[in-house]
T-cell receptor, first 112, second 117 residues
Framework: AQSVTQPDIHITVSEGASLELRCNYS??????LFWYVQSPGQGLQLLLK??????LVQGIKGFEAEFKRSQSSFNLRKPSVHWSDAAEYFC??????????FGTGTLLAVQP | SAVISQKPSRDICQRGTSLTIQCQVD?????MFWYRQQPGQSLTLIAT?????????ESGFVIDKFPISRPNLTFSTLTVSNMSPEDSSIYLC??????????????FGPGTRLTVL
């Protein structure tokens, strides 16, 4: 079955610290992977995506993610977190049908 | 990319009534999608709406409950019919330039927060 797992429901980091949000997927075909961010009361904003090519992808707001096929993972990273990064982060996988399967999300809190 | 707006942004409705949510895209797109995000939950796809064809519903969602229109390449509506408190959710519209034969990025609207009393 196709699925996305985000093992961490809630993460708290200090401002300026590094961040890694985990995402594992199960998908029968070639996966196309996305990270979205949702601020309170807002819709989803695309952070980055992986379709093919270089497995390390750069996104907006200083985020990056690495696709590791052997581990079925697409973890999101940021070297230094800002208070404005506090939000909920969703990993999603899609395919040729263009339908997205979302993970349950990780809520990020940033301590001053 | 595509910029998407939704109306209304929020509403409080009575049980048994219906609400129609509008989704407008700033450019022509092939595929539009409707998602539901229940409180504290992730997003679940309700249906895919392509212009000129009937919407395709996911398992657990039916046309009588969630009728969808797609009159042109920039607009879609979702109606939540005969509402109950269980329908209280955020409803999000997304759009993709993709044709369905290849993957493409989905861009999301701000969502409609629905509360049913």
């Amino acid at each position: 079955a196709q699925s996305v797992t985000q093992p961490d429901i809630h993460i708290t980091v200090s401002e300026g610290a590094s961040l890694e949000l985990r995402c594992n997927y199960s998908y029968g075909a070639t996966p196309y992977l996305f990270w979205y961010v949702q601020s309170p009361g807002q819709g989803l904003q695309l952070l980055l995506k992986y379709f093919s090519g270089d497995t390390l992808v750069q996104g907006i707001k200083g985020f990056e993610a690495e696709f590791k096929r052997s581990q079925s993972s697409f973890n999101l990273r940021k070297p230094s977190v800002h208070w404005s990064d506090a939000a909920e982060y969703f990993c999603a996988v899609g395919g040729a049908t263009n339908k997205l399967i979302f993970g349950t999300g990780t809520l990020l809190a940033v301590q001053p | 990319s595509a910029v998407i707006s939704q109306k209304p942004s929020r509403d409080i409705c009575q049980r048994g009534t219906s609400l129609t949510i509008q989704c407008q895209v700033d450019s022509q797109v092939t595929m539009m999608f409707w998602y539901r995000q229940q409180p504290g939950q992730s997003l679940t796809l309700i249906a895919t709406a392509n212009q000129g064809s009937e919407a395709t519903y996911e398992s657990g969602f039916v046309i009588d409950k969630f009728p969808i229109s797609r009159p042109n390449l920039t607009f879609s509506t979702l109606t939540v019919s005969n509402m109950s408190p269980e329908d209280s959710s955020i409803y999000l519209c997304s759009a993709s330039p993709g044709t369905g034969g290849r993957v493409d990025t989905q861009y999301f609207g701000p969502g409609t927060r629905l509360t049913v009393l």
